[in-house]
Every structure is written in C-alpha cells, then in structure tokens.
C-alpha cells in the first residue's frame, strides 16, 4: 500500500455528549473543519482522542463514523495501543473493516517494560495486523522512551514511521539522522512548537492537537517550513507559541491540554467539551480565559 505520511495530521479529539456517548454532529462538523482547513490527515484514538478511557464498543463506533464521514478523502491513522494483545488486534480489525489507512502503536502502558520486551511485543503483534503501522513514542504516558534499537527492529517489520511525541529535540533529530537515507520512513512530530525544527532538518510534518481547532495556522506553517520561508515562519510560529502561552496553560495537569482543545472547540460551536471519566471538563473561570484567548486569535466572530 502506498501511502505517504506527511504535512499536518490532527489527532482528533473524541466529540462526546454528557452522557458519554459519542457525539455524532460534533464529529462531522469538526472533521469538516479540519479537512476544510487543509489537513493532510487525521489521526484517531491518539491521546487527544483519549483512547484509554473509552470503550472498545465507543472506540469502534468512533472508527466507523469517523471513516465513512472522511470518506477517503484523507488518510486515516487509529491508535491502537491498549494493555491487552488481542484487544489491540480486535480494534486493528475493526479499523481496516471500516476503511481505515493506518494503525499507530505505542508501547502497552500501565506495566514497565524492557527494550527487549517492546522488540517481542512487536514481533509477536505485527503479523496479526492487517493495516500498515507506525509507532508511537509517548514516554509520559508509557513508561517507555522508544530506542533507536526499537525504531530499526519495527522498520524491517514494514513500519512507515514514527510519530515522536517525547519533548526531547535532540532524539526527535538523532531520529531523522537516523533514517535520513529512508525518505519513505516518515518522522512526524508530536510537540507543535517543533514543527518547522522537524521540516527543516529532514523530517516530514507534526501530529498537531492545535489543528483540531487552528488546522489552517498548522498547515501554512508547514507549508512555510518546506519552503525555509523565516518571514512567514517566525509570525504564525508566534501564534502557535501564543497557544501554548494561553490555551494551553489554563489548568494545572498534562490534560490541560486536550481540555483547552475540546473547551476551544467548544467555544467555537464545533462539538461539545464533555471529556471521559477521569477527566473533568474545565469550569465557567477557565472557560472564559480561553474564550477570550480566541478572540485574540480572531477565531470568534465580532
């Protein structure tokens, strides 16, 4: 399968209603958004999307309706990361059932493991899916930094990519020396404020969270990358610096940030705020200060 991963890839967040169901208008609106705003595809079940809190039966329901409203139009990459085996595997089949281009895998959380463990892990998960791969590296979150040991064991297995979410610049760049004579392997990074770092030393474009609610700033700025355009660069790089000083610094945790993408969505009359269990939707306080974050950026009307 030839498929080419590259420029801006949100990683959608998950529309739900209060009752925790999945909201079916707030998806089609927000997938039109992102699309309409030039994205060059969308990425389900990813930590913005809150995977680990969602049922197998929302996360499939999820897959489905996103994919038929997508309609191919652009790629379709599914977290499937999970701490059970066959609970990988069973969303991995749904996904590729629903028209799905692309499962995303990170290491199992919740237990540590070894390097040598994660390389068994995928030799033994590999062969039973049936979409191309690409890897995920979420140390917070996993417990695990991916090594470069990883990274070269899952490309002879057939990986396109990884997606780099660790914060760290120098890995993100021993990544794309790495593999600078493999332009097929696809370096995306997941930390916003690196994207035209990530272009312009070699890598291929930036799973943006921002782009849920500012798909069209993400993709000029990577456009402006490829083209080594510092003008440009250095004014929408101040916009995206400005949402990390703002939008996603109100509240005190890591979740702060998909809270303030779902609470800005929200705002922007795209799809509700509700978040799964733990998480709690931001309050009246926090609410106005990111309202009035949007009204800096221009996004809600006069």
Do not use: W
């Amino acid at each position: 399968m030839n498929i080419d991963l590259k420029g801006i890839i949100p990683p959608m967040i998950t529309p739900l209603t209060t009752e925790g169901e999945l909201d079916n208008e707030g998806l089609e609106r927000l997938i039109e958004h992102m699309i309409s705003g030039g994205v060059h595809g969308i990425f389900l079940l990813g930590t913005n999307g809150e995977a680990p809190s969602l049922t197998y039966g929302l996360r499939k329901e999820l897959i489905s309706k996103a994919c038929k409203l997508i309609n191919h139009r652009v790629p379709v990459l599914v977290g499937i990361t999970d701490t059970s085996f066959q609970g990988s595997i069973e969303i991995a089949e749904h996904a590729k059932r629903s028209g799905a281009d692309v499962v995303v895998i990170a290491p199992p959380y919740y237990f540590p493991i070894s390097e040598n463990e994660m390389i068994d892990y995928l030799d033994a998960l590999v062969p039973e899916l049936p979409l191309p791969f690409m890897l995920y590296n979420m140390p917070s979150c996993t417990k695990m930094q991916i090594s470069l040991k990883i990274v070269r064991r899952a490309k002879e297995l057939g990986a396109l990519g990884i997606k780099d979410s660790s914060g760290d610049l120098e890995y993100l760049y021993s990544l794309i020396d790495a593999f600078r004579d493999s332009p097929r392997f696809s370096i995306i990074v997941g930390t916003e404020s690196f994207l035209s770092d990530t272009v312009i030393h070699g890598g291929h474009g930036a799973v943006a969270g921002g782009a849920n609610f500012l798909p069209n700033l993400f993709v000029d700025l990577y456009n402006a990358s490829l083209e080594n355009n510092t003008g440009v660069m250095d004014v929408l790089n101040q916009k995206v610096k400005y949402v990390y000083d703002t939008i996603y610094s109100v509240g005190k945790y890591e979740s702060r940030v998909t809270k303030g993408i779902k609470c800005a969505l929200s705002i922007m009359d795209i799809c509700g705020d509700s978040m799964a269990l733990p998480l709690r939707k931001f309050g009246a306080e926090e609410r106005e200060k990111i309202k009035s974050y949007l009204e800096n950026l221009e996004l809600l009307p006069a």
